[in-house]
């Protein structure tokens, strides 16, 4: 479904990506590991085409997302890609709901009715029937992000970026998360996530580790038995620092 070939970004003289490849499969579960400042926002956002290259391809099907003009891009990636951030990213001045359904208003592409229809059903299917009307500050940090996650599936899109989804949750909100990943991925969705939380990493079916911008590692879960474990001695070969996990 993407084909990263030979990635690589500067900013100014440092250069923050080198030479990065790997695909993404159509239903993977990709999360993306490494130490603070290694590059797996910069990684995130450049696959995405939130961010420019500066060398190297992004295939998307047969669409090098690399080549696309800015206006073309925003269309990819709203009807295309969803995208979830550390901070949840609500607009203060809508509702919860008004919040999840803009990224389909924009759109346009069905009708307001449709889209509706679709925000209720995915606030069930997450788990926050009843917030609608309330203001983004009025729920909590977990079901904001859960919020977040149906604004970022609004438009049916082929795959969801997350960026530290967890990175601001407490243990139990961070669990309803990686459930509901977890149904999205079994329903079909391609998800690529960054993260520093291995229970996170764990959930995935694929682990990328990049060290000083290169591609250093990369794992693929055996069986669904003892992953945590198994993650755990793979960070530890790599030499992750587990003791702070600190972003
Ligand atoms: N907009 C920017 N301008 C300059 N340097 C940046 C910018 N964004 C990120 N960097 C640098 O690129 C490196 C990788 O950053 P980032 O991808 O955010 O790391 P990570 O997400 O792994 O913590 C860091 O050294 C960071 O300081
Ligand atoms: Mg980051």
Redesign the pocket.
């Known amino acids: 479904m993407i084909k990263i070939e030979q990635i690589s970004k500067s ?2 003289d ?1 250069k ?1 990506l080198k030479n990065i490849s790997f695909e993404i499969k159509k239903g993977d579960f990709t999360a993306v590991m ?1 130490p ?8 995130l956002y450049s696959v995405s085409g939130l961010d420019s290259l500066s060398e190297g391809r992004v295939m998307f099907e047969d669409v090098n997302i690399i080549n696309l003009l800015e206006s073309e891009l925003s269309k990819f990636r709203l009807t295309k890609m969803g995208f979830v951030f550390q901070n949840a990213q609500m607009l203060k001045n809508l509702s919860i709901f008004d919040n999840i359904i803009l990224p389909g208003l924009v759109a346009k592409k069905e009708s307001a009715e449709k889209i509706r229809k679709r925000a209720s059903k995915l606030m069930k299917q997450m788990e926050i029937t009843g917030i609608e009307n309330r203001d983004i500050k009025e729920v909590s940090g977990g079901q904001l992000q859960r919020a977040a996650i149906c604004r970022a599936m609004i438009n049916n899109p082929e795959i969801l970026f997350l960026d530290e989804p967890t990175g601001a949750l407490n243990s139990e909100a961070t669990d309803q998360v990686l459930e509901i990943l977890k149904d999205l991925n079994r329903g079909g969705m391609t998800i690529m996530t ?1 993260t520093h939380d291995q229970r996170v990493a764990a959930t995935a079916k694929k682990v990328l580790y ?1 060290r000083d911008g290169q591609l250093a590692a990369c794992k693929e879960f055996k069986s669904n038995d003892d992953r945590v474990l198994e993650l755990d001695l793979w960070l530890k070969e790599l030499q992750f620092p587990t003791t702070n996990n600190g ?1």
């Open positions: 900013f100014k440092t923050v490494g603070s400042g290694s590059g797996k926002s910069t990684l960054v990049i972003i």
